[in-house]
């Protein structure tokens, strides 16, 4: 049995980062998770990375994904569909914003996105429009680890060796409180962008409606979503929402997109879909998308092997059926504004702790420096990660980033718990959050005197 946690000299695993040892978890059971030496950590992540919305272990997802398998688990869809696809585009469609009619099924979130900006490409392409491919995004955000969906990120610091494979894409800044707090900033970024590339080649604009790792927690002011809406009117592209965290009850809705003034014309969504329990994204088109193929080529004929396959369509059932059966969109919406500020309390004495943000279980905690209560952690410092490794020893999992360099955020942490966490996790959750900031900042501060104030924000 492998010790926990495990280093990569003892592990044939070709690890993320190579220098962190990892806890080797071997179970789980709603919001605990377990190691193999049976340490066990309240995982405010839903599994680490936002899709594990059920939590751990439940039998009735794993009956279902059983059923389907020994039915059929697989039938490719290029010739074939299945009943568990049909039923699970009738559904999604049902529970996603207005007007959204068709599913196409995928792998994951960054495939998602990347058939989002193929469709819309190929919507204008139909429609006799061929000059439309640009895309215009935020330049703070996450999108995947495809070399599209990276360059659809404005950050260098993600980038990395990878620039000469990477589309050019233009990029907005975020109309953050730091920058931006009227969200007119960005529209007339945005106008200039337009401008320059020219009106007639702008096929998407492409953005989170409310924002995970890269800016936890954060939508942009009314005003943004409404000019955002005028310009599509005016300059004829299409709005692509990247849902892949927030689709599927995450923010106490169905989907976030569909409470900004600027509903989307494409929703790509994955994580909550699964809920961790299979490999599933969507792309959700509005029907006028659709009939441009409809009344065109009729056909869009890119997917990977596994997209609508009838195992994982079938956990997709499944999902949707436990999150309407529980109320868990509902408990989400009516617990996520008190968890929001049972932390903003908890926090309250931090000097570090400049805001606590978010929506529904999509929270997060945006870190300063104490001395002017703006600018940016020294990033030398390392407070994001000093903060996860802190957690780890309270045995609880969040996730903090650094994406100081770039210039648009500072150290941050994620909160996202499983949406049926019981009251007493959350505020187990919350409680063993606010010693780690303490403990952490208790250590930071004396370092701060040995450190310049950090001048590189707002590029
Ligand atoms: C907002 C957002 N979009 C896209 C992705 C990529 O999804 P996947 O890892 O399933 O490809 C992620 C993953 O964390 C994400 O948070």
Redesign the pocket.
């Known amino acids: 049995m492998a010790r926990t946690p495990i280093e990569s000299e003892r592990s044939h695993v070709f690890p993320l980062e190579l220098a962190r040892p990892m806890p080797v978890v071997a179970r789980g059971e709603g919001v605990w998770i377990e190691d193999v030496e049976g340490r066990r950590y309240l995982d405010a992540m839903s599994g680490g ?2 899709a594990s919305t059920l939590g751990h272990g439940r039998r009735d997802i794993v009956a279902a994904a059983r059923a389907q398998a020994e039915r059929l688990a697989f039938v490719h869809n290029e010739r074939l569909t299945n009943p568990a696809q049909e039923q699970l585009a009738e559904e999604l469609t049902a529970v996603a914003p207005e007007g959204f009619t068709r599913a196409r099924f995928t792998v ?4 998602a ?1 990347e058939m989002a900006l193929q469709i819309a490409r190929s919507y204008h392409v139909e429609r006799g429009e061929p000059d439309r491919w640009q895309v215009i995004s935020p330049a703070q955000a ?4 495809t070399m599209e ?1 990276l360059a659809l990120t404005g950050r260098p610091g993600m980038h990395g060796p990878f620039v000469p494979y990477l589309p050019t894409h233009l990029h907005i800044p975020p109309s953050s409180w730091r920058f931006d707090p009227s969200g007119e900033a960005a529209l007339d970024a945005l106008d200039r962008a337009i401008e320059e590339a020219g009106p007639g080649t702008i096929s998407t604009y492409f953005c ?1 409606a409310i ?3 890269a800016l936890p927690g954060y939508t942009p002011p009314v005003r943004f979503w409404e000019g955002l809406a005028e310009r599509r009117e005016r300059h004829g592209f299409l709005v692509c929402f ?1 849902e ?2 927030t689709g599927v009850g995450r923010t106490g809705q169905w989907f976030a997109g569909a409470a900004t003034a600027c509903p989307p014309d494409l929703i790509a969504t ?2 909550g879909l699964g809920a961790g329990y299979a490999a599933i ?1 969507a792309v959700l088109a509005k029907q006028h998308v659709y009939d441009a193929f409809a009344n065109g080529s009729k056909r869009f004929t890119l997917g990977h092997t596994w997209d609508g396959a009838p195992l994982a369509c079938a956990v997709g059932l499944a999902v949707l059926d436990a999150v309407r059966r529980e109320g868990l969109v509902e408990r989400v919406r009516e617990r996520g504004a008190k968890l929001r500020q049972e932390l903003a309390d908890a926090l309250a004495d931090v000097p570090m702790v400049r805001e606590v943000r978010g929506h529904g279980y999509l929270l997060g905690v945006s870190f300063v420096d104490p001395r002017d209560g703006e600018s940016f952690l020294p990033p030398t410092l390392r407070v994001g990660g000093r903060i996860d490794a802190a957690a780890f020893e309270h045995d609880l999992i969040v996730l903090s980033t650094q994406p100081t360099r770039d210039g648009y955020a500072g150290d941050q942490t994620l909160f996202a718990p499983a949406f049926v966490a019981t009251d007493e996790e959350l505020d187990e959750m919350v409680s063993r959050f606010a010693d780690v900031v303490h403990e952490v900042a208790k250590d930071v501060e004396p370092e701060l005197d040995r450190e310049p104030i950090w001048t590189g924000g707002g590029r």
Do not use: I, L, R, W
């Not at 994951?108 to 495939?111: E, K, N, Q, V």
């Open positions: 990375s936002m994951s979130g960054a495939d996105n996450y999108h995947g680890p969906t989170e924002s995970a790792a990247d892949v965290v994955a994580k994204g």
